[in-house]
């Protein structure tokens, strides 16, 4: 059991451009949470699917951000037009019972 | 709406020292807590978790206990090693018991 797998580990991008966040939960797992980690703000809830289907995505941003899970074994955070402001640590979870996280990606808007 | 209070941003200690965190909750309803830890480059990995009044969660030699009077879910440890630096988090779920909630987070250095 690899655990939950983000790819990639870092991403920079220049303000402006496209970023896509990539996930892979664990195998079995029907739950896949996407979470946010800044020093200012802490962990923030972004979005949740169940068996693929969003259920929750009160955390997201309005604009720019959006979140899909095309199949069982992954799940993509998009965010479009980066700003310096969206650089963070985008943790992706997966859960059967307990939750599990994935390493993380960092991500930096220069 | 619901929030985890952390009293304490950074605790520093040495090795068999006497370990306390304090963490406040406010919810509706009967919300599960949690104490997660994180190390650095990885994700916050699940200590222990209580779901009902006076339930104590424990692993690894940490413990919790949940009291819903004080709505409090304090992280102690006896005795404290230089593996147990760290980031330690208290946490809740929502009703639904899938959203968690996470405090601001304690970061934990043991001197050798």
């Known amino acids: 059991n690899a655990g939950v797998i983000q790819t990639p580990r870092h991403k920079v991008t220049g303000k402006g451009q496209e970023a896509t966040l990539w996930c892979e939960p664990i195998?079995?797992?029907?739950?896949v949470f996407w979470y946010r980690q800044t020093i200012v703000q802490g962990l923030e809830f972004l979005t949740y699917?169940?068996?693929?289907?969003?259920?929750?995505d009160s955390g997201m941003p309005k604009e720019r951000f959006s979140a899909q899970m095309p199949n069982q074994s992954h799940s993509t955070l998009k965010i479009q037009s980066t700003q310096p402001q969206d650089s963070a640590v985008y943790l992706c979870?997966?859960?059967?019972?307990?939750?599990?996280f994935g390493k993380g990606t960092r991500l930096t808007v220069v | 709406g619901d929030s985890v209070t952390q009293t304490e941003g950074q605790v520093a200690l040495s090795e068999e020292d006497f370990l306390t965190i304090h963490c406040n909750y406010s919810?509706?309803?009967?919300?599960?807590l949690f104490w997660y830890v994180q190390y650095p480059g990885e994700g916050p990995q699940l200590l222990f978790r209580?779901?009902?009044?006076?339930e104590k969660g424990s692993s690894r030699g940490f413990e919790a206990t949940y009291d819903k009077g004080t709505t409090s879910f304090h992280l102690r440890k006896a005795s404290v090693q230089e593996s147990d630096s760290a980031v330690y988090y208290c946490?809740?779920?929502?009703?639904?018991?899938?959203?968690?909630?996470f405090g601001t987070g304690t970061s934990l250095l043991v001197d050798p």
């Open positions: 946490a809740l779920s929502d009703p639904l018991g899938y959203k968690l909630t």
């Open positions: 699917f169940r068996n693929q289907a969003p259920i929750d």
């Open positions: 919810a509706s309803g009967y919300p599960t």
């Open positions: 209580a779901s009902r009044d006076k």
């Open positions: 979870a997966s859960s059967q019972k307990e939750v599990f």
């Open positions: 195998s079995g797992h029907s739950a």
